[in-house]
DNA sequence: AAAGCGCATTTTGCATGCAAAACTTGTTTG
DNA sequence: CAAACAAGTTTTGCATGCAAAATGCGCTTT
């Protein structure tokens, strides 16, 4: 138990709560019990629920006026849907990076680029997910539009649970390598136009292939 | 006053507040006290509070630790930032509302297409910028992406502010009736890759005419 | 034995209370 | 005269208390 910064502990509950629920550690439509909350974060109700508002507003958790909140559950329609605005913003990403990237920038995206590739030689999946979130998420960084970023990163908490639990047929992973490849390439290039499409379709695929696979709970409506 | 619903009081009080902010009534930059607006809705801090929270995530206000609220405002550079995201997701409904949408969808479209050719005719900009925003908002729903529309919602709010202020340049009121045309017309087609550009350029075009109208409070920084 | 009903317990939602931080203002000091 | 300081006031942040709604459970009724 870290002792918690009084100064913003709405904050700290918000952060904490957040990382309960895309670990995985609060099971998505599960009931939130405000008092078991409480005792394990250390704190009374009134930040608890301030941050529940907030989880509520961020799409995390469902309100249920006078029956508490759920952890939101996510249909294989929500995942879809999510990703696909989230393609839509990547692309969107990538055509303004290409505008203002600097050289290093690139060189360091390709040197993880390699990293990426040497985790793929391994067949380190955890490692390549991870490389592979940093290397789009250095392109969005890159965009230098803040709300770009804030509203893909808003959307890719919600679908970060479903994120990495599907599993992809074979030869999706070499066909994905070969796509950053091409992806680095009209970044290098400064072709906007061309990563747009690249990225875009370099999501849209996985929602393909995501699709094929999900298995989830029903809907994220009441369950009586 | 009407008379506040007792079961979801920070509901109400999230949208008294977000009227109040978006209808200017409480200004960009200034400081939000608590005891004030308790007293305006008669309601008691707690609900306040946690609506605070929620606007705050929602980007409408900014929160300074130990020093209250203020009411966030929008600089030159987020408002551009805001419109390329939702020229993104417009383009994007466009391109999802043609593989959806239905004739009499389309018929309706048209119906309110001519209704605003009307107020063009008449001059009347408020009564045309209702239209407008009714054909958008129907484009997007049209697009059957729940997600995409609350995206869009939030992004929109955040701007509703100063979206219509801008003084547009002579000849600009034409050019987007025609925009308008074409865009009404690859949607009638179901023309996703065409509708998806012209929407993307007809909003681009509404950010560089902003841009050169737009003046500002400074930043959304402390202001001392 | 299954369905309906009423009471006790739990949980939610809001109001209020209290300590700490920030702002004000009048005064002092270099 | 300007800057710094200090006490009083206000405001913020969180904890707690209380009423209403919901939930659970044993009982009755058929």
């Avoid at 099971?27 to 405000?34: K, L, T």
Wanted: proline share 4%; hydrophobic share 45%; aromatic share 4%.
């Amino acid at each position: 138990m870290t002792p918690i910064d009084r100064s913003s502990l709405h904050a700290e509950v918000v952060s904490r709560l957040r990382a309960a629920i895309v670990d995985g550690e609060l099971a998505p439509g599960a009931r939130v019990n405000e008092r078991e909350l409480c005792e394990r974060f250390g704190v009374s109700r009134t930040p608890l629920r301030e941050a529940l508002k907030v989880m509520a507003s961020e799409g995390l958790v469902v309100l249920l006026p006078n029956r508490g909140a759920r952890v939101a559950t996510l249909t294989r329609a929500d995942i879809e849907n999510t990703f696909k605005v989230m393609a839509c913003l990547e692309a969107l990403s990538g055509e303004l990076a290409c505008a203002r990237i600097t050289d290093e920038e690139i060189a360091e995206l390709r040197a993880l680029h390699y990293e990426m590739l040497a985790q793929h030689a391994r067949r380190d999946l955890p490692a390549y997910y991870r490389l592979n979130e940093r290397i789009h998420h250095m392109i969005l960084m890159a965009s230098g539009n803040p709300v770009l970023i804030a509203t893909h990163a808003g959307l890719a908490l919600r679908i970060r649970r479903a994120r990495y639990v599907a599993d992809m047929p074979h030869g999706w992973w070499d066909q994905a390598v070969r796509e950053h490849e091409r992806i680095l390439d009209a970044l290098t290039r400064r072709d906007g136009a061309a990563i747009a499409v690249l990225l875009r379709q370099h999501l849209e695929r996985k929602i393909d292939l995501m699709a094929r696979s999900a298995d989830d709970v029903p809907e994220t409506s009441t369950a009586a």
